[in-house]
Nanobody
Framework: QLVESGGGLVQPGGSLRLSCAASGFTLDYYAIGWFRQAPGKEREGVSCIATNSSSSEGSTYYVDSVKGRFTISRDNAKNTVYLQMNSLKPEDTAVYFC????????????????WGQGTQVTVSS
């Protein structure tokens, strides 16, 4: 099971940190991704961190629109992955989901063994 938290309402230019906590399995062995879906739009991959057991261990990936503003990271001791979001823009408004899969390449195209329930992020003045 994956549980997201940390969403909320923030003004443009502000920051939020989303958390994705896992229970029942160890995130070490999974690639973790953050996806988002805005009303009326398709789900979009935002960021991904590769599984620790792959040749690309620790590699991170970001969609162009968030590069330089968002940072994904792991805390293996807490079995949690974070998405630090800075310089937020109104177009970042969406429900954010985390997902986990044993294969980074599958996760990057939106296929995952586990999905969270989502957390709402609203960027508005």
């Amino acid at each position: 099971q994956l549980v997201e938290s940390g969403g909320g309402l923030v003004q443009p230019g502000g920051s939020l940190r989303l958390s994705c906590a896992a229970s029942g399995f160890t995130l070490d062995y999974y690639a973790i991704g953050w996806f988002r879906q805005a009303p009326g739009k398709e789900r979009e991959g935002v960021s991904c961190i590769a599984t620790n057991s792959s040749s690309s261990e620790g590699s991170t990936y970001y969609v162009d629109s968030v590069k330089g503003r968002f940072t994904i990271s792991r805390d293996n001791a807490k079995n949690t992955v974070y998405l630090q979001m800075n310089s937020l823009k109104p177009e970042d408004t969406a429900v954010y989901f985390c997902a986990a899969d044993q294969y980074t390449d599958r996760l990057r195209v939106g296929t995952a063994d586990y999905w969270g329930q989502g957390t709402q992020v609203t960027v508005s003045s």
